[in-house]
């Protein structure tokens, strides 16, 4: 049985040296394939953290200027309400100097 074994490893001895060739070059390949997503999936972490970054930043951004609004709408309404009180405190001013003798 062993002898039968040697003697057919011996017949295809070339050609089982090139499969393992190229069952090598082939898991090179791959290693090679492997590093290189490994090197992208980096890359695009590094640009997706840097996207975070910029979204919390147009974030806290908007936020602020939501802040800015809300104090100048309340500023407007303020402005509204003491221009109401003004123009009728003129109206009775004008109302009760043109009924005075």
Request: glycine letters at 0%; charged letters at 45%; a neutral charge.
């Amino acid at each position: 049985m062993r002898d039968e074994l040697k003697r057919l490893e011996a017949e295809h001895a070339e050609e089982i040296a090139k499969a393992k060739e190229n069952l090598q070059a082939e898991q090179k390949k791959r290693e090679a394939l492997i590093e290189k997503k490994k090197e992208e999936l980096a890359k695009e972490s590094i640009e997706n953290d840097r996207l975070r970054e910029q979204l919390r930043e147009y974030k806290d951004e908007v936020a602020s200027l939501k802040g800015e609004l809300n104090i100048a709408t309340e500023k407007e309404k303020s402005l509204e309400r003491r221009s109401k009180h003004c123009s009728t405190a003129l109206n009775n001013v004008f109302k009760y100097s043109s009924t005075d003798p």
